[in-house]
């Protein structure tokens, strides 16, 4: 029950969304504690395990004993030193471990950048549909998202042309994800240097590049824009072990940037949470160093679901798909529906066929409203093939009963 005390929060904290990505991923578990089995393709996380090799790894530095106290800020020296021969290996990018930050999820890497680097008015140019949090972090941060939408036409993909307009003088950075969540978009070599040739006439904007499913990429090539020429010295490129390596829980993501920004993310990491989690950064340099038989495994096994979820919904009508090359998500246009009801419940947008499709179908999704995209849901199909094709059929059968 609501308590009658006042309680004065922040205007911050009242302006703050609740990450509809968790908010589903709640429901749905409230959903199951009371006995529904409710199939859940709403959180997007990998459904398989870290690796053997990252867990023996963490094992293994509890047993040796030496990593129990505080670390530093940035992160162990041999972890950061990893991730510079990573993103040299990978990704033709040199850094000195001291321009790498290692944060408590790629979620805190990007708030730390925008921290950083924002002061209250400084516009970013969010290419939309995007992660349910950017805009919230860049709010808290005191600055303004500006939305550019791509289209599904064009997988969801905004151009170089919308990026030109959208710049003001009050514009301070860019954020993309590729391959992206929520839509499993990829940028290509070429749309990613025509980015760069808009950014390199604005020498004083900086681009927050979100690698972080850099290893579920079904085409051919992973692309950093810092490794471009001219965007080295204005570039963050962040990525993590979330994704690619099945590590949600173990809490690591990183920043790879010009040492001042690197700096500034260490000063303000400093005050807030000081450096992650010790054992998780043992268990990354095994992940990095080591085999990527597993990786590669689990990429391949979210390629044949990505198939198999849009071979079945070809039978659902009103279902606009498009073939995402990366990522583990579907990101279809349900408009189709709006207006429609099943006699008790009428659909007016996105968030109400979410809420019908979990009370009806008893499958969970992610509205796309919380994405910048009003028309669209979410699905993750990093899930078995039963649960996808079991999904796929409750949902056509629950969109059925709509007219
Ligand atoms: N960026 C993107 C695009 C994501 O989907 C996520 C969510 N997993 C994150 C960053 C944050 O990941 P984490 O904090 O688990 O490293
Ligand atoms: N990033 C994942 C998602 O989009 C995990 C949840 C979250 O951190 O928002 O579902």
């Not at 990018?93 to 708030?111: D, E, F, H």
């Not at 590669?296 to 849009?310: C, G």
Request: proline content about 5%; glycine content about 6%; charged content about 20%.
């Amino acid at each position: 029950m609501e308590s009658a005390v006042s309680q004065p929060l922040s205007q911050r904290i009242q302006k703050l969304e609740e990450s509809a990505t968790i908010a589903m991923a709640q429901k749905a578990r409230e959903f199951k504690a009371k006995g529904i089995d409710v199939i859940s393709l709403s959180l997007g996380e990998p459904d398989f395990k870290t690796p053997r090799h990252i867990q023996e790894a963490a094992k293994a530095a509890i047993d040796e004993g030496k990593y129990f106290g505080y670390s530093p800020v940035p992160g162990y020296l041999d972890l950061r030193q990893a991730i510079a021969d990573k993103l040299q290996r990978d990704n033709g990018l040199s850094y000195t471990p001291n321009q790498i930050v290692v944060s408590t999820g790629a979620k805190q890497s990007i708030a730390n950048v925008f921290l950083c680097l924002l002061d209250p008015g400084d516009e970013v140019v969010v290419y939309s549909p995007y992660w349910v949090s950017y805009a919230e972090i860049i709010k808290v941060a005191e600055g303004v998202p500006v939305p550019i939408m791509g289209t599904l036409e064009n997988n969801f993909k905004a151009s170089a042309e919308q990026l030109k307009e959208a710049i003001t003088d009050r514009t301070k950075a860019v954020i993309f994800s590729s391959p992206c969540n929520p839509t499993g978009a990829v940028f290509t070599r070429f749309e990613m240097e025509a980015m760069a040739e808009v950014l390199r006439k604005h020498p004083n904007i900086y681009v927050v590049a979100d690698e972080i499913y850099e290893h579920i990429n079904f085409q051919d090539e992973h692309v950093s824009i810092a490794s471009m020429p001219g965007m080295y010295d204005n570039t963050v490129t962040v990525n993590g072990f979330s994704k690619g390596f099945a590590m949600t829980g173990w809490r690591l993501g990183y920043i790879a940037a010009p040492e001042w920004i690197a700096k500034a993310c260490g000063k303000i990491q400093g005050q807030f949470t000081s450096g992650t989690n010790s054992i998780a950064q043992r268990a990354g340099i095994a992940a990095l160093e080591g085999d990527m038989t597993a990786a590669r495994e689990m990429k391949a096994a979210y390629q044949r679901r990505r198939d198999l979820v849009l071979e079945l919904l070809k039978d659902v009508p009103g279902v606009k798909t498009y073939v995402p090359t990366g990522a583990f998500y579907l990101f279809p246009d349900v408009s189709d529906y709006f207006g429609k009801s099943d006699g008790d419940t009428t659909i007016n947008n996105a968030s109400d066929l979410c809420m019908y499709i979990l009370n009806d179908a008893h499958v969970s999704l992610v509205t796309g409203e919380a994405f910048g995209a009003p028309n669209c849901v979410r699905l993750s199909f990093a899930a078995s093939d039963e649960q996808l094709k079991e999904a796929i059929r409750r949902i056509k059968e629950s969109l059925s009963k709509l007219n």
